[in-house]
């Protein structure tokens, strides 16, 4: 066999360049750049110290022969021609992999086929022995490729993807490749900031990936020092007494390496889920004394022990594949950004993103930019320097923080002796005025956010008075006011809910999601909320019962109180929260009118005009609707305000149940839902052509001199004509919509319903 050998090396794509510069660091000669792919010559040693060493490849492919190929026939023979007992044992096991296609071969599958028999036929001895397939562990990996009518035959000398470290057993939802992370970290300067000495902090680590990969790099361990099993272990041409040299000289380094003393190297992951497996993974690494990984949320981590300690804060931010995820992933990137501002100055920052857009709302300029691709996503690496002049933030310090800071610098301009104190007149000490709170810079606002957040200020102060005089903590503030910002806005106590319009498909989907992230910028400032306290949903056309399905699983609520009520709402697990903003009017006539009353309460959801009757001295209640969900959600409201006696909840399909009833109720109030076709109801419930038959049977059990309120929010209703002959039919929709609907009296119509 020749000294010297062609390699080809494989890696990930856009990494070439990268890996072009480590395999020529490594030995690698004649380097010529492919896609996906790196090729060279070199010596067995150097072919052996790719494996060790390369951080960055896939692959290390020797080339055991190139030869024209014009069809099958000269593919099986081209195989066929080399001395294959120098390579494998007539009894061995084998794996072949095919790519590319062309001259007759168009089929991988038939090409790896035609690789197979070549090699079987020629290794197949008197007595029967032949190799046999292996696709898991085989002895010999070979790879043919065909690229333009070229086959280049080669022996996989690194067995499994030599991106398998070993020590990433466990792993997260979305785990970078090791060898990606490591390329990241080669791109953000980390070899030079860790030959400095400096630090590394990851905020969201997740299982560990980039520390592991920084720790190595810092220590100089080989990254497939532990890997045990090779493509070369069983093949012939294999120089054990070569490769333990190798092997002792990578032990050794890494001996040395984890004597200095270790690098500050810290991870931060909120999902507690994740803590364990990824300190699993930093010990299988050999690397407990170097990485630390610790529980906790981005805007919370804490990057540096002491004052003069810098480095690089690097992490692969969630991409985010839920409707929703918009508001919460650019708050994380804000977050981040505040983060470096505050506790990084002076450090360097490597952000890995899948959505460059949002790596723009961190309020800090990245001086650099690279393309990568995650599989087949294509990313950006940012690259920044956390320095004040890198900041894009606007000034935000309340008067009493300006005044603080006055105070505390007119204190600090007075001249100290030691252990000196300062009296008054009087004789007392003064005492100094306590540091203001740091200042967090919100990131610039861009004009469209700004012209957002000032049509937000305005609403919020046009509704001051009313909110207060009526004793009201949840409303609307904001209904697509703006056709290009097409979104309502509800403030829930200290919460906001969004309620995203899906864009007309008329409009640019780039153009409507960086207005998206306009408002999402604007709303937590505009309204003055911390910015985990902001839900956002997408509201698509519903049909069904689509609107009231589950959409997540928090199971968290809150309190909200109206009309001296409270009640429960729930932000995160249904599009709706359980309680309808808009029908506040028709609940509050109802506490009202209830004194003495027996209520009906039909298609009740959870129950909130139900609550109000009782609270206006309902004689007794009874709450009908088909979702257990809704009942249990109702008896929870009622059981809030001390109503949980002579209040009666019913399940049950409403117009089954009216059939079956025989009592009789004062105060009636119906909400029907536009359509309905649950399983546990017969036929289907259409409001338009069953509202006759549901008032009729509604009316039958109204009680003499009694109120029917019916009212539903399909635009296109129509009440039937031939009601107002049978009963005295009055619409009352304008004295049911409060200010803050007043933009949008189209919400609901309603009507007060009496026999004649």
């Known amino acids: 066999m020749s000294d010297r050998f062609e390699l080809f090396l494989t890696c990930p794509k856009g990494l070439e360049g990268l890996l072009i510069e480590e395999a020529v660091g490594l030995g690698l000669e004649e380097a010529r750049e492919h896609t996906s792919a790196v090729r060279g010559m070199a010596t067995m040693e150097t072919a052996y110290r790719l494996c060790l060493w390369s951080r960055l490849a896939n692959r290390v492919l020797l080339v055991l022969k190139r030869f024209p190929m014009k069809d099958a026939e000269d593919l099986y023979h081209g195989v066929l021609d080399i001395e294959w007992q120098d390579h494998m044992l007539s009894d061995g096991t084998l794996a072949v992999e095919f790519s590319g296609h062309g001259s007759g071969i168009d089929n991988t599958h038939f090409g790896a086929l035609k690789v197979k028999d070549a090699i079987v036929d020629k290794l197949r001895t008197p007595q029967g022995d032949r190799p046999s397939i292996d696709k898991l562990n085989p002895d010999l990996r070979i790879h043919l490729r065909l690229d333009?009518?070229?086959?280049?035959?080669?022996?996989?000398?690194?067995?499994?993807?030599?991106?398998?470290?070993?020590?990433?057993?466990?792993?997260?939802?979305?785990?970078?490749?090791?060898?990606?992370?490591?390329?990241?970290?080669?791109?953000?300067?980390?070899?030079?900031?860790?030959?400095?000495?400096?630090?590394?902090?990851?905020?969201?680590?997740?299982?560990?990936?980039?520390?592991?990969?920084?720790?190595?790099?810092?220590?100089d361990m080989a990254p497939n020092l532990r890997r045990e099993?090779?493509?070369?272990?069983?093949?012939?041409?294999?120089?054990?007494?070569?490769?333990?040299?190798?092997?002792?000289?990578?032990?050794?380094?890494?001996?040395?390496?984890?004597?200095?003393?270790?690098?500050?190297?810290?991870?931060?992951?909120?999902?507690?889920?994740?803590?364990?497996?990824?300190?699993?993974?930093?010990?299988?690494?050999?690397?407990?004394?170097?990485?630390?990984?610790?529980?906790?949320?981005?805007?919370?981590?804490?990057?540096?022990?002491?004052?003069?300690?810098?480095?690089?804060?690097?992490?692969?931010?969630?991409?985010?594949?839920?409707?929703?995820?918009?508001?919460?992933?650019?708050?994380?990137?804000?977050?981040?950004?505040?983060?470096?501002?505050?506790?990084?100055?002076?450090?360097?920052?490597?952000?890995?993103?899948?959505?460059?857009?949002?790596?723009?709302?961190?309020?800090?300029?990245?001086?650099?930019?690279?393309?990568?691709?995650?599989?087949?996503?294509?990313?950006?690496l940012l690259l920044i320097k956390v320095l004040p002049d890198q900041f894009v933030t606007g000034e935000r310090r309340t008067p009493e923080q300006r005044q603080a800071e006055r105070e505390q610098a007119a204190y600090d301009q007075t001249p100290d002796e030691p252990q000196e104190r300062k009296f008054n007149k009087n004789g007392n000490p003064i005492k100094p005025t306590p540091a203001p709170a740091p200042v967090i810079e919100q990131p610039r606002l861009s004009e469209g956010g700004q012209m957002f957040a000032n049509r937000l200020q305005k609403n919020l102060k046009a509704m001051g008075k009313w909110v207060k005089r009526e004793g009201i903590d949840c409303y609307r503030v904001y209904d697509a006011d703006m056709p290009e910002y097409a979104m309502a806005i509800d403030l829930y106590h200290d919460w906001v809910h969004v309620q995203e319009y899906a864009a007309p498909k008329s409009i640019d989907p780039e153009k409507a999601s960086a207005r998206m992230f306009d408002a999402l910028a604007a709303i937590p400032q505009a309204l003055n909320v911390d910015k985990s306290r902001v839900v956002v949903k997408r509201r698509e056309r519903q049909s069904g019962t689509k609107q009231y399905e589950r959409q997540a699983a928090q199971g968290k609520f809150n309190e909200v109180s109206e009309g001296g009520v409270k009640l429960l709402v729930n932000l995160t697990d249904y599009l709706d929260t359980g309680l309808f903003l808009d029908h506040r009017p028709m609940r509050m006539r109802i506490q009202k009118e209830a004194a003495g009353e027996r209520f009906l309460n039909l298609f009740c959801y959870t129950a909130t005009a139900s609550v109000h009757a009782a609270k206006g001295g309902a004689r007794s209640t009874t709450s009908v609707d088909l979702s257990k969900t809704y009942l249990d959600w109702a008896r929870r409201n009622l059981s809030l305000n001390g109503y949980s006696d002579k209040n009666r909840l019913e399940q049950g399909d409403v117009m089954a149940w009216l059939e079956s009833s025989r009592d009789e109720y004062d105060l009636i109030f119906i909400d029907p839902p536009t359509f309905s076709n649950s399983k546990r109801m017969e036929g289907i419930f259409d409001v338009q052509r069953d509202q006759v038959q549901l008032i009729d049977l509604a009316m039958a059990r109204l009680a003499p001199g009694g109120v029917l309120y019916f009212s539903n929010n399909f635009r296109k209703f129509q009440l039937e004509e031939n009601l107002a002959e049978r009963y005295a039919v009055e619409e009352i929709s304008a004295q049911t919509i409060d200010p803050d609907f007043a933009r949008n009296t189209k919400i609901h119509r309603a009507w007060k319903i009496t026999a004649r």
């Open 148 to 219: 333009r009518g070229e086959a280049i035959l080669s022996l996989d000398l690194s067995g499994h993807s030599l991106h398998q470290r070993g020590y990433r057993l466990q792993q997260g939802a979305a785990p970078l490749k090791e060898n990606l992370a490591a390329a990241i970290l080669i791109r953000s300067g980390w070899p030079r900031i860790a030959a400095e000495g400096g630090a590394l902090a990851d905020p969201m680590c997740g299982v560990g990936t980039f520390l592991v990969e920084a720790g190595m790099i810092a220590a």
């Open 229 to 380: 099993q090779w493509g070369f272990t069983a093949w012939l041409g294999h120089v054990p007494a070569l490769w333990k040299k190798l092997h002792e000289e990578a032990v050794e380094r890494a001996a040395a390496g984890l004597a200095k003393p270790p690098l500050w190297i810290r991870g931060y992951e909120a999902d507690p889920r994740l803590i364990q497996p990824g300190r699993n993974n930093v010990e299988r690494a050999g690397l407990s004394e170097w990485i630390k990984i610790y529980q906790g949320e981005v805007a919370t981590f804490e990057p540096r022990p002491d004052q003069n300690q810098k480095g690089l804060v690097i992490c692969n931010p969630p991409y985010g594949e839920r409707l929703g995820d918009e508001a919460s992933l650019l708050y994380l990137y804000q977050n981040l950004g505040e983060r470096l501002r505050q506790a990084c100055l002076n450090w360097e920052a490597a952000v890995f993103t899948g959505a460059p857009d949002l790596g723009k709302r961190m309020g800090i300029r990245s001086h650099k930019q690279y393309s990568f691709w995650n599989g087949a996503l294509p990313c950006k």
